[in-house]
C-alpha cells in the first residue's frame, strides 16, 4: 500500500511540473468568432446598412416587374390577336423596345446585385482583415500557441475562451467599416488570391 502512495505522489510530482510547463510554452486560445461577427459594433451597423440596400433591390426588381408586366400585357395581346401572322411596322417597334427595356431592367438589377456582393465582400474583407489582427495580438500577448474558433472545437475549457477580450478590441479599433463596393482592382483579381 504504501509503494502505490509513493508511485503516486511520485506520479503527481511529475505531472505538475509538466503540466506548468506546457501551459508556460503556450496554450490554446478559443474565440467565438461566430458570437463575434453578430455582435461587433461595425458588423451590426454594415448589417443593417446591407439589408436595407438588398430590400432597396428587391423593391426596385418589383417596381420593374410591376412596370413591364403592365406595358408588356397589351403588347402580348396584340401579337396574340395576329394569329401568327407577322406584325406590322407599328406593333414590330413596341415588341423591340419592350424588349429593349427589359433586357435594360435585367442588366440594371444584374449591376446593382454585382454592387451588393462586392460590398458584402468589402465589409468582410475589413472586418476579418481586422479579426485576424486582434486575435494574432491577444495568442501572442497570451503566450498562446494556438487560436481556435469556437464552432471547430468539439469541446473547450472555457477558461481559454477569450471572446469578450476579443470583442472588446475589435469594437475599439474598428468602429465602423465602409460599406461601399470593392475598389475596382480587387473586384477583378480572382477569387483564389
Known amino acids: 500500500m504504501r509503494k502505490i502512495v509513493l508511485l503516486a505522489a511520485a506520479a503527481a510530482t511529475v505531472a505538475i511540473p509538466a503540466a506548468v510547463n506546457a501551459q508556460a510554452r503556450g496554450g490554446i486560445i478559443i474565440v467565438d468568432t461566430d458570437q463575434i461577427l453578430k ?18 433591390l428587391r423593391s426596385r ?25 407577322k406584325p406590322d411596322a407599328a406593333l414590330q417597334a413596341r415588341i423591340d423596345a419592350f424588349q429593349t427595356k427589359e433586357a435594360n431592367a435585367r442588366k440594371e438589377l444584374a449591376t446593382s446585385e454585382q454592387q451588393l456582393q462586392s460590398t458584402a465582400q468589402n465589409v468582410q474583407q475589413q472586418i ?4 485576424v489582427q486582434i486575435v494574432e495580438q491577444v495568442r501572442a500577448r497570451r503566450g498562446a500557441a494556438l487560436a481556435v474558433s469556437k464552432d471547430a472545437t468539439l469541446a473547450n475549457d472555457p477558461t481559454g475562451d477569450v ?3 476579443v470583442l472588446a478590441a475589435l469594437n475599439s479599433a474598428l468602429p465602423s467599416v465602409s460599406v461601399t463596393p470593392l475598389p475596382q482592382q480587387q473586384q477583378q483579381q480572382p477569387q483564389g488570391r
Not at 128 to 131: D, H, N, P, S, Y
Request: charged share 15%.
Open 128 to 131: 476579418a482583415g481586422r479579426l
Open 163 to 165: 471572446t469578450s477580450e
Open 61 to 85: 426588381a418589383q417596381t420593374l416587374q410591376t412596370q413591364l408586366t403592365t406595358e408588356g400585357k397589351p403588347i402580348q395581346d396584340a401579337f396574340q390577336a395576329l394569329n401568327g401572322k
Open 39 to 56: 455582435t461587433c459594433t461595425s458588423c451590426t451597423s454594415a448589417a443593417s446598412q446591407l439589408q436595407q440596400k438588398q430590400s432597396t
